[in-house]
């Protein structure tokens, strides 16, 4: 962490959609532009820090637009903002750019799905607190399920640009190849060559890819690819980390590999959240205290998102 | 034009320079919107309950958004009264507006407790009654449905609170709201609060089970807006105006226009609740709000507009 990096000051910004676009079968990626103040605040984005979107304003797509099974819900009304994590965040000269990279999956994000070129957009952030990269760490084991990716996706490209000495492999995982919120062609040859999703093989980060069903990369879950991977590489504990987001049942299958192996890991945790920003007090996580049996309820959007796995007691 | 409008309050003696305030339980202890507004810039300030012990709250999930609104079932989590002292009130201390503390408890002698230890604090200029949380299994609403009770416990704190001023937040979920405002009054309290929030449920139609851990939780936001209308100005009619007591009107306050039909209904000030979770400046916002509408109705004191329902046809 650069010496110059102090927690940036939180605020309200209106962001400038740049384009929004579906990206792979239930996700849809919007670039967004902040300016000014918006442009400073995110320019210190953290990966593993999220935004709250306030997508109450924006109307509802044509029915035929709308996929079938969320037609109905759909008629209800938005009122609270959504949290995301940003998959990308580029601060240039006089503007920051951020990929909000989103599932398409109920009243909310569908709305977001109508947002085009020139709208505005409010969003709260950043938010939380994000991943760290804790000295002397030579492998990082990067594991996304699902709508995970975005966070590990952000994480990957610092961990490229400032960290180019630790050796990254991501673990991607989701329940069908439709699930998978990844764009570009998952080609045959380049799986064989270990970079078979193209967003981490942009930054050169080979990858594991595994679906429940089969119908792209490996049938399996990704937990037990990266068990696997870990059986057949050398990893000294110290050396390193594995960072995941993504369902809870699977940060707590990671958080059980990464204890078996003595290893440190981050998980991103989501829970139903109303503010954001440590007001409501809804998104408690369960967590231990150190040398007790008592546990304690953190809040996921001030004491995380991104939380030591050890910490956590998982929901079943 | 704006500035030779006063919009200042006289809440039960202590002066508010406007009379927007955030709700209790939705803005935190002291200064967590700080980032957000400028705090100063508020009516007063009401810190979420404080109990005499530390609670963890509620299993998850904690709340469900609903069409303009929300369930909550949070429990009342909070640090607790001796770490409430030892961290929140140096912050509180250095907050420039009115800071009312609501207290909430399990039985009548830890709201004492809690209102005795805080009392002496200058910088508290009131406190709050919470006796009607719908989302604990002791104390909270148990308290604030039976009148004998309302009066009993707010004759104990009011005691304890000695010159600080004392609400008492009522819950609608009682027959006649009347009949506990009065009963508030009758204890000696020196302002009302109306209202918390509704008891509500959300069924999840895969599992049929309820969406919250806690099965139900209290609704608050738009939707209850025009219930809360009512009760206001029905408390102001039928007992506040006439015992000169003050009423603190709140439930799904998001616009200046909603402020303002609180104080035409007969509240002397707002609170902000679930509006400041979309919009965390929301309640500085509506401050000006409520300047821009006097202007432009040539009110030049926000005090005239209380209870100023035009009456037509029958009650």
């Known amino acids: 962490m650069p010496e110059e990096y102090t927690t940036p000051k939180k605020g309200l910004f209106t962001a400038t959609v740049l384009s929004n676009r579906p990206a792979g079968e239930c996700f849809y990626k919007m670039n967004l532009k902040f300016t000014d103040a918006g442009a400073r605040a995110f320019a210190a984005f953290r990966p593993g820090q999220f935004v709250q979107v306030d ?43 951020a990929e909000l990279l989103y599932c398409v999956l109920g009243p909310a994000s569908v709305r977001m799905t109508t947002l085009s070129n020139g709208d505005a957009i409010s969003i709260v952030g950043p938010l939380g607190n994000g991943f760290s990269i804790p000295e002397g760490k030579k492998t990082a084991l990067l594991v996304v399920g699902g709508m995970g990716a975005p966070p590990i996706r952000c994480l990957a490209k610092l961990l490229t640009a400032e960290h180019a000495d630790i050796e990254t492999v991501a673990f991607v995982g989701a329940q069908t190849r439709g699930a998978l919120p990844f764009e570009g062609r998952l080609d045959e040859v380049s799986q064989n060559l270990g970079f078979c999703v193209p967003a981490f093989a942009k930054y050169g980060i080979p990858s594991v890819l595994a679906t429940d069903d089969g119908s792209a990369g490996s049938q399996g879950l990704v937990t037990e690819y990266l068990v696997q991977w870990l059986d057949q590489h050398e990893c000294p504990p110290k050396e390193a980390i594995v960072y995941a987001c993504g369902p809870e049942a699977m940060l707590a299958a990671v958080a059980r590999i990464a204890e078996k192996w003595s290893l440190d890991c981050q998980v991103s945790m989501e829970r139903r959240m109303a503010c954001g920003i440590g007001l409501c007090q809804s998104c408690a996580i369960e967590c231990r205290l150190p040398d007790s049996n008592e546990t304690i309820y953190k809040l996921c959007c001030q004491d995380g998102p991104v939380f030591d796995a050890r910490d956590v007691i998982f929901e079943r | 034009m704006t500035e030779l409008i006063d919009i200042s309050v006289d809440f039960a003696g202590v002066r508010l320079a406007n009379p927007v305030l955030t709700a209790s339980g939705t803005c935190g202890y002291a200064d967590e919107l700080a980032d957000f507004m400028d705090m100063s810039a508020l009516g007063g300030f009401i810190t979420k309950s404080i109990t005499l012990e530390p609670r963890r709250g509620n299993p998850t999930p904690r709340i469900v958004e609903t069409d303009a609104g929300m369930l909550n079932a949070i429990g009342l989590a909070n640090v607790g009264l001796e770490r409430f002292v030892t961290e929140k009130l140096p912050v509180i201390e250095t907050m420039s507006i009115p800071v009312f503390v609501n207290v909430a408890g399990t039985t009548i002698d830890e709201y004492v407790a809690v209102t005795e230890r805080l009392t002496s604090q200058e910088t508290i200029a009131g406190f709050e009654l919470n006796i009607s949380c719908p989302n604990v ?91 809360a209308v009512y009760l206001v100005n029905k408390v102001y009619r039928e007992v506040a105006k006439e015992a000169n007591i003050p009423i603190l009107g709140l439930g ?64």
Request: charged share 25%; with cysteine.
């Open chain 2, 252 to 315: 799904g306050i998001r616009t200046a226009t909603d402020a303002v039909e609180f104080v035409i209904a007969g509240a002397s000030a707002v609170a902000v609740g679930t509006a400041s979770f979309v919009e965390p400046d929301c309640a500085v916002r509506i401050v000006e709000g409520i300047k821009s509408y006097c202007a432009e109705h040539n009110i030049t004191r926000l005090s005239d507009l209380v209870g100023s329902l035009d009456q037509v046809g029958p009650e």
């Open chain 1, 55 to 97: 997508a109450s304003d924006a109307g509802l797509p044509a029915e035929d637009q709308i996929p079938p099974h969320l037609r109905d819900v759909c008629k209800r009304k938005v009122l609270l903002r959504r949290p995301f994590s940003f998959a990308d965040v580029t601060a240039e000269e006089d503007r920051t750019t």
């Open chain 2, 137 to 227: 299994k002791k104390g909270g609403i148990s308290f604030g449905t039976d009148p004998s009770q309302v009066v009993e416990i707010t004759r104990a704190v009011k005691a304890a609170c000695e010159e600080k001023v004392l609400i008492v937040k009522l819950t609608p979920a009682v027959t006649d709201i009347s009949e506990t405002a009065r009963a508030a009054i009758e204890g000696g309290a020196d302002a009302l609060s109306l209202i918390n929030t509704f008891t509500a449920m959300v069924i999840d139609t895969e599992t049929r089970r309820p969406v919250l851990a806690n099965r139900t939780g209290g609704l608050s936001g738009p939707a209850i807006k025009p219930i």
